[in-house]
């Protein structure tokens, strides 16, 4: 769970191994942060919102989230037009995490207000790289409510 | 009826008619001429008669001379007989015609023969001297009354003939005025006779040539001509002609009609089969696509875990290092895991990796047909000598020389034509011979007047070559010539083939093996109708 300090990483993956890889190679790369794992995007939106639909806090502080994009029930993209849409939880950073580079999707996905699009690589190094640099780059400084081009 | 006889009918109509009144006209002439002639014949004859009258009272005249002188002397002369007898003669001789008159001249001639004869018997009583004889019977009554039958029947033949007189005077006058009305009535009916065959020749011939001019007018403007004018002459002919000339028209309208609707239908058709090849080209990218994107998910996991495993026997290593294992064993647990399990690990790493290329190439091939482009006029000069700068590492480490020759701009997607390059002048630069220095040419061929929308660009080498029998494969995905050679999944030339089609364009390689390969790529110079893109096709030649 997200420490009041640190930078807490919410991964939101429907499959076990991604979403076990993720964490190891997070770990591996010295990222000591909290880690919490949903299995899709229902899971998500019950974690950000009440019964009815109003934020579960008021502000979501040190929290990166990486979202899977194909997910069954809810997939990334609606989760990441809720939290866009909702000004308590437009300012969290969130990166998409997909296997798909279809340049619409990306496109798609940064009209939204995305953060950061990710290919999911078969090599897992740029990525690693990535969260990391992000999560450093966090840590110092707020990232505007709906911004394209953070990395 | 040809046009001429009807000419000839116009004039000969009225002249017919004229020649039929100038004979009535001759023929009432004719007679008013003969009544003419009998008119003076009757004048001839009354004056005659006259000339009969004058020697029968000469004679009379004579004989009493010749009683009161006493001398016979002047009775014996014949002369006054004569002259008598030929003018009864004459006078018979004019009344030869009339056996009424004739009578009545031969009954003058008897009563002039019988005073004749009563003459010769006073002649004879003077010459005896019976004087007194003589003047007795000069007093008999009926002496005179031979002198008197005579001058009566004179007269009465005259009035006769002063009666036949009148009436011929009166059939001479009635023949005149039967002769002015024939002129007048041969002058009238020669006008009418004109006048009628002209209306009804231009009746016939002029109405007729209106229909024909209407019929003609209509053929030039393509409308339904009017019902066939009647007759048998050449503007019947002409009509006749003209009807054809617009049935045929007609049928060639409707034959134009016929094939310009097949061709239509065939072009729906085309249309329709072209639209189902699109979508089910686009059903079985969506398909590619989507199952290189599942696949993509297990390759993730294989290939994270692996690495995991690597991590995880990097630790295994520590631990044994630490662990107080005695050496042998130590040895033999780090013998299994480099030369099992490493290894292992290695094979699977590569194959994944391969895997993943395929499906990314699989991802790019599906990508190409649905990726919208953003045609525009290119500068192809810029394009290839961007493409021959990025591959300027490459190029060094082969010694090649690649040059390029001016290049016109196409019409097209600026980056897919960039691709269309990179692919062919790469291809060139990996596939070079090296056993020869290696020169890549970039240039286009002159414009072909067939294709005016297009231009042919080539890419020519001298590396390798292709053998004949691959050729045909050339531009399929998947397949490799020279795998050994450069690294790649061989879905290049399908996908730039796939460029080239989208664009309305054509790709074809000629090749010679040992010797070197042309590419030759078509590309548009303006915007292509989808028309001419479906004429083109995929070519390959030897």
């Known amino acids: 769970m997200a420490d009041k300090d640190e930078v807490g990483i919410l991964l939101v993956e429907d499959d076990d191994g991604h979403a076990l890889l993720v964490e190891k190679n997070l770990r591996r790369a010295g990222l000591s942060n909290g880690f919490l794992r949903l299995k899709d995007g229902q899971e998500a939106l019950d974690y950000f919102f009440n019964g009815e639909g109003v934020p579960a806090r008021e502000r979501f502080e040190s929290l990166v989230v990486l979202l899977d994009v194909n997910m069954p029930r809810v997939s990334g993209v609606d989760v990441l037009k809720r939290l866009k849409e909702n000004e308590s939880t437009a300012a969290i950073p969130i990166i998409m995490l997909t296997t798909t580079d279809d340049p619409r999707e990306i496109e798609r996905c940064y009209d939204y207000g995305c953060n950061l699009?990710?290919?999911?690589?078969?090599?897992?190094?740029?990525?690693?790289?990535?969260?990391?640099?992000?999560?450093?780059?966090?840590?110092?400084?707020?990232?505007?409510?709906?911004?394209?081009?953070?990395? | 009826?040809?046009?001429?006889?009807?000419?000839?009918?116009?004039?000969?109509?009225?002249?017919?008619?004229?020649?039929?009144?100038?004979?009535?006209?001759?023929?009432?002439?004719?007679?008013?001429?003969?009544?003419?002639?009998?008119?003076?014949?009757?004048k001839d004859v009354i004056i005659q008669a006259g000339e009969v009258r004058e020697p029968v009272l000469l004679q009379s005249a004579r004989l009493r001379a010749a009683i009161i002188l006493n001398d016979p002397s002047g009775l014996e002369k014949n002369d006054l007989w004569d002259s008598l007898d030929k003018e009864i003669g004459e006078l018979r001789a004019l009344v030869g015609d009339n056996t009424e008159q004739r009578r009545r001249v031969e009954e003058i001639g008897a009563s002039v023969r019988e005073y004749r004869q009563w003459i010769d018997i006073q002649t004879e009583l003077l010459k005896n001297g019976k004087r007194d004889e003589l003047v007795a019977a000069l007093r008999d009554p009926k002496a005179l009354r031979l002198i008197?039958?005579?001058?009566?029947?004179?007269?009465?033949?005259?009035?006769?003939?002063?009666?036949?007189?009148?009436?011929?005077?009166?059939?001479?006058?009635?023949?005149?005025?039967?002769?002015?009305?024939?002129?007048?009535?041969?002058?009238?009916g020669a006008i009418l006779a004109a006048a009628l065959a002209a209306r009804i020749f231009s009746r016939d011939v002029g109405g007729r040539l209106a229909v024909l001019t209407g019929n003609a007018l209509k053929l030039t403007e393509?409308?339904?001509?009017?019902?066939?004018?009647?007759?048998?002459?050449?503007?019947?002919?002409?009509?006749?002609?003209?009807?054809?000339?617009?049935?045929?028209?007609?049928?060639?309208?409707?034959?134009?009609?016929?094939?310009r609707e097949e061709l239509e239908r065939h072009a729906r058709e085309l249309t329709a089969v072209n639209?189902?090849?699109?979508?089910?080209?686009?059903?079985?990218?969506?398909?590619?696509?989507?199952?290189?994107h599942d696949l993509r998910s297990p390759l993730v996991n294989l290939q994270g875990f692996s690495k995991e495993l690597h991590h995880s026997v990097g630790e295994l290593h520590d631990t044994i290092n630490a662990s107080d294992l005695n050496d042998g064993d130590k040895q033999r647990i780090r013998d299994i895991i480099e030369e099992d399990v490493e290894v292992s690990l290695r094979f699977i790493r590569t194959a994944v990796t391969r895997s993943a290329a395929i499906i990314d190439a699989m991802l790019r091939l599906s990508r190409v047909g649905r990726v919208e482009y953003q045609a525009q006029e290119t500068n192809v000069d810029e394009i290839v000598a961007r493409v021959i700068d990025a591959m300027s590492n490459t190029i060094r480490e082969r010694?090649?020389?690649?040059?390029?020759?001016?290049?016109?701009?196409?019409?097209?997607?600026?980056?897919?034509?960039?691709?269309?390059?990179?692919?062919?002048?790469?291809?060139?630069?990996?596939y070079l011979d090296p056993k020869r220095p290696g020169t890549v040419e970039i240039g286009v061929l002159p414009p072909d007047p067939g294709q005016p929308d297009f231009r042919i660009y080539y890419v020519r080498d001298n590396g390798l070559g292709i053998p004949a029998d691959y050729l045909s494969k050339m531009f399929s995905a998947f397949h490799r010539l020279h795998?050994?050679?450069?690294?790649?999944?061989?879905?290049?030339?399908?996908?730039?083939?796939?460029?080239?089609?989208?664009?309305?364009?054509?790709?074809?390689v000629e090749s010679v093996e040992g010797a070197g390969t042309t590419f030759y790529t078509s590309l548009p110079v303006r915007p292509v109708q989808p028309a001419t893109q479906l004429a083109q096709g995929e070519q390959t030649h030897g």
């Open chain 1, 117 to 151: 699009y990710i290919t999911k690589p078969v090599e897992y190094e740029a990525f690693i790289e990535a969260v990391r640099r992000l999560g450093f780059f966090l840590q110092i400084i707020k990232v505007p409510p709906v911004g394209r081009g953070v990395a």
């Open chain 2, 1 to 42: 009826m040809k046009l001429f006889r009807k000419g000839l009918l116009l004039v000969a109509i009225p002249g017919m008619f004229e020649l039929g009144l100038l004979g009535i006209l001759y023929k009432s002439q004719e007679n008013a001429t003969r009544a003419e002639v009998w008119a003076l014949h009757t």
């Open chain 2, 148 to 188: 008197q039958v005579i001058q009566r029947q004179l007269v009465e033949f005259i009035k006769v003939e002063e009666n036949l007189d009148e009436q011929r005077l009166k059939a001479v006058s009635e023949a005149r005025l039967m002769q002015n009305v024939a002129l007048v009535i041969a002058l009238l």
């Open chain 2, 222 to 259: 393509g409308g339904v001509l009017a019902q066939r004018v009647g007759g048998n002459d050449e503007i019947t002919e002409l009509d006749k002609v003209l009807h054809e000339a617009s049935a045929r028209l007609r049928q060639a309208e409707d034959d134009a009609r016929a094939y």
């Open chain 2, 275 to 292: 639209e189902d090849l699109q979508r089910q080209t686009q059903d079985n990218e969506m398909f590619i696509y989507s199952v290189s």
């Open chain 2, 399 to 430: 010694q090649a020389l690649v040059v390029s020759q001016p290049l016109p701009p196409c019409y097209g997607d600026p980056t897919a034509i960039e691709q269309i390059f990179g692919n062919l002048i790469g291809n060139a630069v990996n």
């Open chain 2, 483 to 508: 795998a050994d050679v450069a690294q790649g999944e061989g879905v290049g030339l399908a996908l730039i083939k796939r460029i080239v089609l989208r664009h309305g364009g054509k790709i074809w």
